[in-house]
C-alpha cells in the first residue's frame, strides 16, 4: 500500500516510472490520480507508455471523460459570452476553461468543473443582472453568506444554470480581498489577450501567477498537486516559447505582490515536477518547503488524504491568509453559530 | 537533497481491510475498516471469478464517519474513487448494503464503457429481456424470480448497453431484495443462497439472493436486447404501448451516466429505442406478471 502520491508525481515527471509498477500499485495510483483529479491529464502522459491490458481501458476512460468536459466548457464559456455581449466589456477565462480556449498544453486531460470568468469590478452589477436574465440563478440563500461575499470576496456568490446546471464564478480580482498581497486586477484586464472567440485569457504572466495565487493564497492546499502540475505546465510551454518570459514574470509578480509566492511555487514545483525554473524566481530553499511538500503528498493508496496535523495546520493557516485576526474569530463564531 | 517526500511518518490513517470483487466486466477493491462486510461479501461472492492480479477499476471504501465511530455506534461510510457528497452514513449491521450500495456509486458515476440502464435484465436464447421503472416497480423481483425459471439472471440493477455493439453485459450482483419481495422469494430459493436480513435500512427490509450459478458463470456473455418492459405493481394486469419520444425521455432518466457520455451515450440510446420493442405493462402478482411476459416473448420474431 502507498503511503502517500509520490508515485502519482513520479508517474507525471517521468511516465517510464509506471513500468515499475505491480497491479496492486496500479490500482493504487488509479485511485490517488482521480482523487487528485489528475487521472485525465495522467492518461495522456502515459500515451506513449505500454500500460497493462488492465489499465488501458481506465485511462481511456479518463481520456474521454475530459474531452467531453473540455467540450462542455468550452460551451459554457460561450453561453456566458453570449449572456454578457449587450455590456460590450472584457471577460476573461479563468483556469480550466481558459487553458482549453486558448489551447494550451495545460489544458490536456485536465478536469474542469465551474466556469470561473474575471471582469472589472464596476461592470459586476451589470454581469449579475445579465447572467441573471439569461437562466442563471443564485446558489446560495443565507444572508450572511451573499453579504460575506460582496463585501470581502474576490468573486460574486456562486451562480448555477438552471437548466444546464452548470456553475458560474464571477470575480473581479485573483484573491480575496481580505488576503495580504493585492494583486492589480486592472492590469490585469488591461493585458488580457483576446481569443477568436471574442473571449479573453490572461497574458502568459498574469495567467501562471493567477495559478500561483490560487494554489497558496485561496485555500488550504486541498488539491494542490493539480495545481502544481497546471504550474509546472504553463512553465514549460511559455518558458520554452517566449524568451522574455522570466523578466516579464519578475516584472507582473513584483506588481501583484506575489514574489514570495512565484518563489515557492517555483521551487515546489522543481521539487516535485523536475520543472526547469529560473533560479533568480525560485529563489533559496526553505525549511517550510518541506511541510509544503509533506501536504500535498498527503494521501495513500486507497486514495484517502493521511497526515491529519499537517492538513489541519494549512487549513488554519489558509484561512489565516484570508483575513485579519478579529475578522476571523468573527467569522468563526458566526459560522459556528449557524451550525 | 533529502528524500522528503518518502517513507511515511506520523499522522497515519487506520489501516483498511481489503477484497477484490469482478462483476461483469468491472473490478472492484474494496477496503473496510471493519471486517464484517467484507467476510459477508467474500462469503456471498464465493462463486465470483476471484482476482489475483491486483488491479482494479474503482476502489470503494467504508469507514468510520468520524475516528470514534469505529466502535462506539459504528457508523460506515461510503466513499471510494467516485462519491457523493451528502451520502447517508449507514450502521455496521448494515454494512453489506454499504458495500453494495459502494460499488452501485462507482459504477454509476465513474463507469463510462457503456451506458447504463438502471434496469434489471434475464436473458433467454440469446436474448435479453430488460425491465425498468421506478423503485417498486417490481423490477428486481421479477428478475430474480424469472431467473429461477428458466431464464440467465444478468443484473437487477444496471443494463450495460455496448455504444458499438448494441448487445445488453450483465452486471449480476447479488439481487436486493425489499419487504414483501423477501418473503415471496423465500418459497422459491433455497436458504442458502440468502444472505443476512438488514432491518430497518434506509430503503425498508433489505435481504440479498446469490443469483444461480448459472448466471454467475456466464456474467461474460452478453446478449441482444429484444424486448424492454415497464412494469408497475398493484394495477390489474394490461398491457400498454408508450411513444418513442416518452421511451427516450424516460431512459433518459434512467440512466446514470448518460449525460457523462456526450455524443456516445445519444446514439447509443436512440439506436436502441429505434430498434427494441417497448410495453408498460400492470400486473398484481408475480404470476400474472409470468404469463404476460411469456406472452410477448413468444410474439417476438
Known sequence: MMHNAQSLVDALREPDTVLA??????????????????VGSLAHRLADIEVPKQVEPILRDAIQATDL??????????????????LNCKTVLMKGTAYVAANLDVGIGRSIGDLDIMAARDQLPAVEELLLDAGWEWVKQDSYDDQYYRDHMHELPPLIHRERDRMIDVHHTILPLTARPTPNAVEILNAAIKLDSELYVMAPADMLLHSVAHLFADGDLAGGLRNLWDIDRLVQQFANEDKEFWTELATR?????????????????????????????????????????????????????????????????SHWLRMPPLMLARHLWTKWRKG | MLAWSRGTGVGQVARLHHLYLTVGPARF?????????????AALYKDYPASQDGYADFTVRLEPEKPWRRYIRPSVHISGDYWLPDAAPLPLNQSLLAAEMGMNLQMALGWRRHLLLHASSVEKDGKALLMTGLSGSGKSTLSAMLAEKGWRFMGDEFALLNPDTGMVHSFPRLISLKNEAIAAMQ??????????????????????IVPPLDSVNKMADPAKPALLLFPRFGYDPALRDMGKSEIFVRLTQASTNYVALGEVGFRALTMFVDTVPVKAIDYQSADQAEELIDGLWGELS
Not at chain 1, 468536459?69 to 449587450?86: G, K, N, V
Not at chain 1, 525554473?277 to 486507497?302: I, M, P
Not at chain 2, 475498516?33 to 461479501?41: A, H, N, S, V
Request: proline share 4%; charged share 30%; net charge positive.
Open chain 1, 253 to 317: 509578480a513584483k506588481l501583484h505582490q506575489l514574489e514570495r509566492h512565484l518563489e515557492r511555487a517555483l521551487r515546489l514545483a522543481a521539487r516535485l515536477y523536475g520543472t526547469p525554473v529560473c533560479e533568480d524566481r525560485a529563489g533559496k530553499t526553505r525549511f517550510a518547503d518541506f511541510l509544503y511538500v509533506r501536504r500535498l503528498l498527503a494521501r495513500d493508496g486507497w486514495g484517502r488524504e493521511n497526515r491529519k496535523f499537517t492538513r489541519q495546520a494549512f487549513y488554519i493557516r
Open chain 1, 21 to 38: 509498477l505491480d497491479g496492486a500499485k496500479w490500482a493504487d495510483l488509479i485511485s490517488i490520480a482521480r482523487a487528485e483529479s489528475l
Open chain 1, 69 to 86: 468536459a473540455r467540450q462542455q466548457a468550452l460551451w459554457e464559456a460561450d453561453s456566458a459570452r453570449r449572456a454578457l455581449a449587450p
Open chain 2, 29 to 41: 477493491r474494496v477496503a473496510s475498516t471493519w471486517r464484517q462486510p467484507l467476510d459477508q461479501l
Open chain 2, 187 to 208: 418459497a422459491i430459493v433455497p436458504d442458502n443462497r440468502f444472505g443476512p436480513l438488514m432491518k430497518d435500512t434506509p430503503k425498508g427490509d433489505i435481504r440479498h
